[in-house]
């Protein structure tokens, strides 16, 4: 005979499910598979404990929708822990939060935390397009930002990239 509330508990998340070797499909089915998940999944998205922060994030990314209304309540949650992360989970929550329902209060934060990002030069370079993307999008709702950020355009800050990402940086920024 099935046991129902040992069944429920097997499809609830653990952390080892995140820290060991993990198969991304079978994991995200059981992530949608109890809405627990999403809440542990969103919960320990905001740890900077790694593995687990930044693939919750990773796996967290994978499952939302555009404009999903279930970032929205942790965006300024994420802004306030966003130094915090490791690099990797920085660029998922970057990721993450394209296309999410951002106020302006918000907007402005993500906006600074993006350019002190993208001039860190040392970063690893996928962190800082990422962070040059945000910005990016930002611009198209902000334009008159634009003059105020010629200076981040200059080989000080394109020169550490590879090649491709510097053409893609230029190309976007160019057609601002």
Known sequence: MLNVNKYKWDMILEKKNLTERIHKESLLEKIRSEKQNLDLLLRWS???????????????????????????????????????????????????????????????????????????????????????NMIFELLKKYPELKSELNHLMTTEYIAPLSPGIQRSVLKIWNKQ
């Open 46 to 132: 905001l740890l900077n404990e790694q593995p687990l922060g930044w693939r919750s994030t990773w796996l967290l990314r994978q499952i939302i929708k555009k404009k999903d209304p279930i970032i929205q309540p942790h965006v300024s949650k994420v802004l306030e822990l966003f130094s915090s992360f490791n690099e990797s989970q920085k660029r998922e929550w970057l990721k993450t939060l394209e296309n999410q329902i951002i106020n302006e209060d918000e907007e402005g934060i993500l906006f600074d935390l993006c350019i002190s990002e993208w001039k860190k030069i040392h970063n690893h370079p996928a962190l800082r397009a990422s962070a040059i």
